[in-house]
């Protein structure tokens, strides 16, 4: 079954101390993204990733990391997570492009005190 | 900053009518748009794309796009409350940097009333 992955799906943490969302797509596509939703703002990009070893910033990077070492994962990396980083996390992939259909996990929720 | 605005509603139809929803963005250099569908606390599905000018009709959805106004619309015939949900505009600013980005709108709650 062709699915985007990401783990994990509800956690708590507390602020400053680093956490890492996986995302794992096995349908073979060059493109992933990360995406957060807030309330009243929708979804906004974090970070996108062309292929493997080719990331680019977002409208909302700050405070992430991302690394794409291989073609089916794309890790968000938050180093000292913050309060304001409360939020719902998307990972999504597609075939080579944002212009292509974007099939998105299930989603993160990420709660940060 | 290249934006997508929807109006966030909610909209509010009688189960049988039609729905329409609009979404405008600002760049003239837009080249892919995407309508996604949205319930609560699940992750967004894609209904339609639409990449040329005109209507492109699936099922009881009809998307339409129109360049030189710069905005694209669903509408969803025969309104069922199944489809009630948050409705997601997209668009892929092409070319450049922006090649990977997709922007969202910030989605129109949509409410089918039996």
């Known amino acids: 079954e062709a699915q985007v992955t990401q783990n994990p799906r509800y956690l708590i943490t507390v602020t400053g101390k680093k956490l890492t969302v996986t995302c794992s797509q096995n349908?073979?596509?060059?493109?992933m993204s990360w995406y957060r939703q807030d309330p009243g703002l929708g979804l906004r990009q974090i970070y996108y990733s062309m292929n493997v070893e080719v990331t680019d910033k977002g409208d909302v990077p700050e405070g992430y990391k991302v690394s794409r070492k291989e073609k089916r994962n794309f890790p968000l990396i938050l180093e000292s997570p913050s309060p304001n980083q409360t939020s719902l996390y998307f990972c999504?992939?597609?075939?080579?492009?944002?212009?292509?259909?974007?099939?998105f996990g299930e989603g993160s929720w990420l709660t940060v005190v | 900053q290249k934006e997508v605005e929807q109006n966030s509603g909610p909209l509010s139809v009688p189960e049988g009518a039609i729905a329409s929803l609009n979404c405008t963005y600002s760049?003239?250099?837009?080249?892919?748009f995407f309508w996604y569908r949205q319930y609560s606390g699940k992750s967004p599905e894609l209904i339609m794309f639409i990449y040329s000018n005109g209507d492109k009709e699936d099922g009881r959805f009809t998307a339409q796009l129109n360049k030189a106004s710069q905005y694209v619309s669903l509408l969803i015939r025969d309104s069922q409350p199944s489809d009630s949900a948050t409705y997601l505009c997209a668009v892929n600013f092409a070319g450049g940097t922006s090649y990977g980005k997709l922007t969202f709108g910030q989605g129109t709650i949509l409410t089918v009333h039996p």
């Open positions: 760049d003239r250099g837009s080249q892919s």
């Open positions: 999504a992939s597609s075939l080579r492009s944002a212009g292509n259909t974007i099939y």
């Open positions: 349908m073979n596509h060059e493109y």
